[in-house]
T-cell receptor, first 116, second 113 residues
Framework: AQKITQTQPGMFVQEKEAVTLDCTYDTSDPSYGLFWYKQPSSGEMIFLIYQGSYDQQNATEGRYSLNFQKARKSANLVISASQLGDSAMYFC?????????????FGTGTRLKVLA | DAGVIQSPRHEVTEMGQEVTLRCKPI?????LFWYRQTMMRGLELLIY????????DSGMPEDRFSAKMPNASFSTLKIQPSEPRDSAVYFCASTPDVNQPQHFGDGTRLSIL
């Protein structure tokens, strides 16, 4: 079974609109962390946002917010007011495990295209 | 501030040759990660170190791959002998703490002919 599932291989959004990128995860560990990264066509990996499993509030970073629904094991990324520069590949990732035995798993990514 | 520095940026070599990829993590970061990214398999964690000690190398594909971290500021990923299926982008990343994001280098694009 996939530990991180991103069901949308590609998405389009109109400039200035909001978009939600889906991510579901699977873990039995009580303590874990969820990350989102952006990979533009230039290839670098850029950290966007982090959510810890014990965090009470959804994480926000500027135009990025993470819709964390723990019971549903989902950690969707919401990008508000999309910009042309948001066109990129987006990866959801999870850190699970205990001290000394952490595992890091990345999803397969969602390619987002922002339309002018 | 210097980020994670990887070298070389590009490497093209013939199969059978030894390939060494290098990484300098961000100063003060005590965890270092090596990833491989391909179209077919996506982003895979190969190995990670904590305080220079290999913690999980279960992602290393086979004995042809080896990684070392002789000190806190340097790590190498070696492939010997290299094969065409090793062609990929190899990323190094570092983090000061497991609850902090990983900072990625720009990657090494490896092509084995």
């Amino acid at each position: 079974a996939q530990k991180i599932t991103q069901t949308q291989p590609g998405m389009f959004v109109q400039e200035k609109e909001a978009v939600t990128l889906d991510c579901t995860y699977d873990t039995s560990d009580p303590s874990y962390g969820l990350f989102w990264y952006k990979q533009p066509s230039s290839g670098e990996m850029i950290f966007l946002i982090y959510q810890g499993s014990y965090d009470q509030q959804n994480a926000t970073e500027g135009r990025y917010s993470l819709n964390f629904q723990k019971a549903r094991k989902s950690a969707n990324l919401v990008i508000s007011a999309s910009q042309l520069g948001d066109s990129a590949m987006y990866f959801c990732a999870m850190r699970e495990g205990f001290s000394g035995t952490y595992k890091y798993i990345f999803g397969t990514g969602t390619r987002l295209k922002v339309l002018a | 501030d210097a980020g994670v520095i990887q070298s070389p940026r590009h490497e093209v070599t013939e199969m059978g040759q030894e390939v060494t990829l290098r990484c300098k993590p961000i100063s003060g970061h005590n965890s270092l990660f090596w990833y491989r990214q391909t179209m077919m398999r996506g982003l895979e964690l190969l190995i990670y170190f904590n305080n220079n000690v290999p913690i999980d190398d279960s992602g290393m594909p086979e004995d042809r791959f080896s990684a070392k971290m002789p000190n806190a500021s340097f790590s190498t990923l070696k492939i010997q002998p290299s094969e065409p299926r090793d062609s990929a982008v190899y990323f190094c990343a570092s983090t000061p703490d497991v609850n902090q994001p990983q900072h990625f280098g720009d990657g090494t694009r490896l092509s084995i002919l």
